[in-house]
Nanobody, 113 residues
């Protein structure tokens, strides 16, 4: 299983970023996927989850209404559109198979003025 997140960066509060996660080594199109984040000195936080067919999505209360998870099964890619970013969104973001603990290489998101 390989999961490679990208698209992070440094933005000002109120800005937007779109994260991508390229998946390989498993049948992506039948696998529920999640985004998790981990801020320095804190434990991992589940951000959002999407079912294999995109029919069901879930969000942490801290990001609901600002973040949108999506996927393209034809491209084996998971996305996270992040709008109205806040300083507390600063973290390393990882994608993972929802039902498994392992996660791939993350991408850093920094929100500051």
């Amino acid at each position: 299983v390989q999961l490679q997140a990208s698209g992070g960066g440094s933005v000002q509060p109120g800005g937007s970023l779109r994260l991508s996660c390229a998946a390989s080594g498993f049948i992506f199109g039948v696998t529920a996927m999640s985004w998790v984040r981990q801020a320095p000195g804190k434990g991992p936080e589940s951000v959002s989850t999407i079912s294999y067919d995109s029919r069901t999505t879930e969000y942490a209360s801290s990001v609901r209404g600002r973040f949108t998870i999506s996927r393209d099964n034809a491209k084996n890619t998971l996305y996270l559109q992040m709008n109205n970013l806040l300083p507390e969104d600063t973290a390393t973001y990882y994608c993972k198979q929802t039902d498994f603990d392992s996660r791939g290489q993350g991408t850093q998101v920094t929100v500051s003025s």
